[in-house]
């Protein structure tokens, strides 16, 4: 089983801008549209770029849960994506180098403009971090922040 292991924040400043120029690091736009989701398992589909789609399975809560992640052929899902739930997330990821760890930062658009979070994917739960200091207030576990909350309910 495949264990995702993250730590999420809210980023209130643009200050992360420079550590992104400085790392070298990537952006990408992500399209996110969920099929099932309640506060301890969801299915999504993520399409990157427009070009490639995967499937992901999420079961759990917290800073650890079960995720099983498998690419889709696009136009499957773009079929499945009529069974949506709520509205799509649109954002623009972005990663930043963080020792050795990398800081997955998303820009979210549309009804979600200005809501900027990072997220740290951790190798254990008792990894040590030397967090910058542009990182707000964390919301590892709050639902109210989840992705799959963000697409039914709109912002907190």
Same mark, same amino acid.
Request: hydrophobic share 45%; proline share 4%; aromatic share 6%.
């Given at each position: 089983?495949?264990?995702?292991?993250e730590?999420?924040?809210?980023?209130?400043?643009?200050?992360?801008?420079?550590?992104?120029? $400085?790392?070298?690091?990537?952006a990408?736009?992500?399209?996110?549209?969920?099929?099932? &989701?309640?506060?301890?398992?969801?299915?999504?589909?993520?399409?990157?770029?427009?070009?490639?789609?995967?499937?992901?399975?999420?079961?759990?809560?917290?800073?650890?849960?079960?995720?099983?992640?498998?690419?889709?052929?696009? $136009?499957?899902a773009?079929?499945?994506?009529v069974?949506?739930?709520?509205?799509?997330?649109?954002?623009?990821?972005?990663?930043?180098? +963080?020792?050795?760890?990398?800081?997955?930062?998303?820009?979210?658009?549309?009804?979600? *403009?200005?809501?900027?979070?990072?997220?740290?994917?951790?190798?254990?739960?008792?990894?040590? +971090?030397?967090?910058?200091?542009?990182?707000?207030?964390?919301?590892?576990?709050?639902?109210?922040?989840?992705? &799959?909350?963000?697409?039914? *309910?709109?912002?907190?």
């Open positions: 089983m495949g264990i995702e292991i730590r999420r924040f809210l980023v209130e400043t643009d200050a992360w801008r420079a550590a992104f120029s $400085a790392g070298g690091g990537a990408r736009r992500l399209r996110q549209i969920y099929l099932a &989701a309640d506060e301890t398992r969801t299915i999504r589909i993520r399409v990157t770029e427009g070009v490639s789609a995967a499937l992901t399975i999420k079961l759990g809560a917290g800073l650890s849960r079960g995720e099983f992640e498998y690419a889709i052929p696009l $136009a499957d773009d079929a499945m994506a069974g949506a739930l709520g509205q799509p997330i649109d954002k623009t990821r972005h990663d930043i180098p +963080l020792g050795r760890h990398t800081i997955e930062l998303d820009v979210y658009e549309g009804a979600l *403009a200005h809501l900027v979070v990072a997220e740290i994917e951790l190798e254990t739960e008792t990894d040590v +971090l030397d967090l910058p200091a542009w990182l707000g207030r964390e919301i590892t576990g709050d639902p109210a922040y989840s992705n &799959a909350r963000l697409a039914l *309910a709109g912002r907190p």
